[in-house]
Every structure is written in C-alpha cells, then in structure tokens.
C-alpha cells in the first residue's frame, strides 16, 4: 500500500512562483512512477508532469513545460513540482498520483491509470 500527501499549494499573483510536494509512503514507493494531474471546475483532471521510478525520466504536458519542474527526493520519500511564470489558468487543485510501472511503458504516464491518488492540493493564481 501507498499513501500519498500533498501540501504546499495556496495563493500567488501571476507571474509568481510555488512549490508543491507529494510526501510518498509505503514499502518500494522509491520505486514508483509518480505525476502530478491537476482539475479545475471546468476542466477534466489533466496530465501535467511525471517522474520515473527513482528520477530516471522526467515528462510534462505541453501547457507547463518550461515553466514546471518535476523532482523527487527518495531520501525524504517527497515528490515536487516547483512551477514558475505561473498563469491564472495554472488555477485548479493539484493532485499526485504513483502506479508501479516499468520504464518502457513511461509513454503511458500522461493517462490517469494510477493505483494511488492524494487528496489534492489548491492552487490559485491571481490576476
């Protein structure tokens, strides 16, 4: 079993910076994939950013990349998303999510098949 906990999400003005993490628990949770989805009201929950197992292979949707990094620290069991140049439309809750997967099958990460899901963390960016 895997737990996982977000934190870090609140409000910032647009153009700021935030740094949402992902605390992992559980037996071989280095080992899994994990990736950041977001949704809003008005969206489906989307794809935004994954990590292979143990940081090999990062992955980000085309709205984030460049501006979102995606970084995990196996010794703090933490997964984070560190995002810059933020927009109003970044505005949604943040939720991780880690599936054991194995690394020819990373082209899947995008699609959310996970095991396990956190409770979700609120960003908002203010105009």
């Known amino acids: 079993q895997v737990q996982l906990v977000e934190s870090g999400g609140g409000l910032v003005q647009a153009g700021g910076s935030l740094r949402i993490s992902c605390e992992v628990s559980?037996?071989?949770?280095?080992?899994?994939?994990v990736a950041w989805f977001r949704q809003s009201p008005e969206t489906e929950r989307n794809f935004v950013a994954a990590?292979?197992?143990?940081?090999?292979?990062?992955f980000y949707s085309d709205s984030v990349k460049g501006r979102f990094t995606i970084s995990r620290d196996n010794v703090k069991n933490t997964v984070y998303l560190q995002m810059t140049s933020l927009k109003p439309e970044d505005t949604a809750v943040y939720y991780c999510?880690?599936?054991?997967?194995?690394?020819?099958?990373?082209?899947?990460?995008?699609?959310?098949?996970?095991?396990?899901w956190g409770q979700g963390t609120q960003v908002t960016v203010a105009s």
């Open positions: 999510a880690a599936k054991s997967l194995t690394a020819r099958y990373y082209d899947t990460l995008h699609i959310p098949t996970y095991d396990y």
């Open positions: 990590i292979g197992g143990r940081g090999v292979g990062t």
């Open positions: 559980g037996r071989t949770s280095s080992s899994y994939a």
